[in-house]
């Protein structure tokens, strides 16, 4: 069952480190996500290990289930998988009137 996510909600996606890389990179697993993945990972980080990391919805298509973040580069993953915060409402700002 697709969640109610609306563009600018924050999502948590859990991501599970597969293999370690040369510079700091590795090799992870992003849940809902069914393709490999490399990415800077803190340094003392090893295979096995489960991160989340938190970032605004660019994109969010209700028909196909599916919720688009960027992570380095835009990463699209089916909504079930991810954690949702919803976005404060905005205040609308008062300008004053030219007299």
């Known amino acids: 069952m697709a969640q109610d996510i609306d563009i600018g909600d924050e ?6 480190i597969v293999k370690l890389l040369d ?9 809902g996500y069914d393709f490999p ?10 295979p096995g290990d489960h991160l989340e990391i938190t970032r605004e919805a660019m994109r ?16 699209t993953v089916r909504q079930a998988s ?3 915060t919803k976005a404060l409402p905005r205040k609308k700002q ?4 030219p007299s």
């Open 60 to 75: 969010v298509d209700d028909d196909l289930g599916t919720v688009t973040v960027s992570i380095g580069q835009p990463v």
């Open 11 to 16: 999502i948590t996606l859990e991501i599970t």
């Open 23 to 31: 510079g700091g990179r590795a090799s992870v697993q992003i849940a």
């Open 37 to 46: 993945f490399s990415m800077a990972v803190p340094p003392k980080s090893k």
């Open 94 to 97: 008062l300008r004053d009137k």
């Open 82 to 84: 991810v954690g949702v």
